[in-house]
């Protein structure tokens, strides 16, 4: 067993301007706690100076801080993913580099976990977002719990804790497109939440934009559930049966009445209508068939370019 009782995995994207103030807040947070703790900067192929700051900053605490470098920008989850494969803590929380989530809530967390849950969520309060970003998640959190029955209040907090048994779970996972908090509450045999504080951001800014959190719950419906699949054949059934009965009645409309040329906008605007759920249809299994493409080739999640780390007898 790893003698670390604590890794704080953090991923980095183009986040100079925040860096240092996250740096001086992270780490008291952290020697408060009075844990033995390691903190994982994952760079997720940042192009400002964030790379450099983070190896300017491994210098100076290379006792508890590692630095993985990756070739390219995969994603915030696949950062966080390279973070995983590599921590030792028997508890892991991840954090943004942001600073929304304040570093001194980790306590609360850990504290969570103490009373025998196996991964708690972060539930952010008073949330300093934009109103459109609240009410977006709102939505989408709601659409997100019908339909894949994974059950957080907030799943845009990035503010979590994992047992090393969910984080072994989520290691022995192999996809390739996935959302980190809806697959550990999967494997999680005791989830929870709890309260965190919600600030502005530090520095910078957001890298979500409303397309990218659509993107994210597409990925998160089609990634966790049949259910788009089996509503949209029922759809098609349901259409089928009315587009049979407009048929009949059309048809015996011209046998009894005779050929009209009234309601042939009514009729274009069905049409379209059709041709709409079907290329929405279609949308929806090529989303699908999307991932079972991806998952086939096989190729790597994310590629390491250099890992920063003390190694042998300096390792704590």
């Known amino acids: 067993m790893s003698a670390l009782q604590l890794s704080v995995v953090i991923p980095v994207y183009n986040e100079e301007a925040g860096l240092d103030v996250l740096f001086a807040r992270l780490y008291p947070a952290l020697d408060a706690l009075n844990l033995s703790y390691e903190i994982i900067f994952i760079n997720d192929g940042s192009r400002d100076r964030s790379a450099a700051m983070l190896r300017e900053q491994f210098e100076r605490r290379p006792d508890v801080t590692r630095v993985v470098l990756l070739a390219g920008n995969f994603g915030q989850h696949m950062a966080i993913m390279a973070g995983f494969s590599r921590c030792r803590g028997e508890r892991v929380v991840t954090l943004d580099a942001d600073l929304q989530n304040p570093p001194e809530e980790i306590g609360k967390l850990l504290a969570r976990m103490d009373e025998g849950y196996d991964y708690v969520g972060g539930v952010r309060q008073q949330r300093q977002d934009s109103s459109w970003r609240r009410h977006a998640s709102w939505a989408m959190n709601r659409l997100r719990e019908r339909i894949t029955h994974v059950v957080m209040s907030d799943q845009g907090c990035m503010l979590r804790a994992y047992s090393r048994e969910v984080i072994a779970a989520i290691n022995n996972s192999h996809e390739v497109n996935t959302f980190i908090p809806a697959l550990a509450y999967t494997y999680a045999r005791n989830p929870g939440e709890v309260q965190v504080a919600h600030e502005e951001r530090a520095a910078g800014e957001s890298k979500y934009s409303l397309y990218n959190l659509i993107r994210l719950n597409f990925d998160l419906v089609t990634g966790?559930?049949?259910?788009?699949?089996?509503?949209?054949?029922?759809?098609?059934?349901?259409?089928?049966?009315?587009?049979?009965?407009?048929?009949?009645?059309?048809?015996?409309?011209?046998?009894?009445?005779?050929?009209?040329v009234d309601g042939v906008f009514t009729l274009f605007a069905i049409v379209f209508f059709l041709l709409g759920v079907v290329l929405f249809g279609i949308g929806l299994l090529g989303e699908y068939t999307g991932r079972i493409y991806q998952q086939v080739r096989q190729r790597p999640r994310y590629l390491i370019e250099a890992v920063l780390e003390q190694t042998g007898a300096d390792q704590p």
């Open 224 to 260: 966790f559930s049949l259910v788009p699949l089996q509503i949209f054949s029922m759809v098609g059934l349901v259409l089928s049966l009315l587009s049979g009965l407009l048929v009949v009645y059309l048809g015996l409309r011209r046998i009894f009445l005779g050929p009209e």
